[in-house]
């Protein structure tokens, strides 16, 4: 495999990795709005488990965060090389 090649394949797979960790920390937060909001009518309050949701969705973001950035070495070799 040429160097050009290797390295079109590596920018490939940044792209996709980034893609990825943008996805894993906008999706609960989005969750968390659609469904604090739809409490918030059933219930009557005004926003409060909207705001409540929309933490609880920025923290399972940073887990998702965590775990698609800190794994094993193997994982950490193919994004640098």
Do not use: H
Not at 13 to 35: C, D, E, K
Not at 38 to 58: P, S
């Amino acid at each position: 495999m040429n160097n050009n090649n290797k390295q079109d394949k590596n920018f490939l797979r940044n792209i996709a990795l980034i893609t990825q960790i943008g996805f894993s920390m906008i999706t609960p937060i989005l969750v968390g709005v659609y469904v604090g909001q739809f409490i918030d009518k059933k219930v009557g309050t005004n926003g409060i488990f909207t705001i409540i949701l929309i933490i609880i969705g920025v923290g399972g973001g940073f887990v998702n965060l965590f775990k698609l950035t800190g794994g094993s070495k193997d994982k950490e070799k193919w994004i640098y090389e």
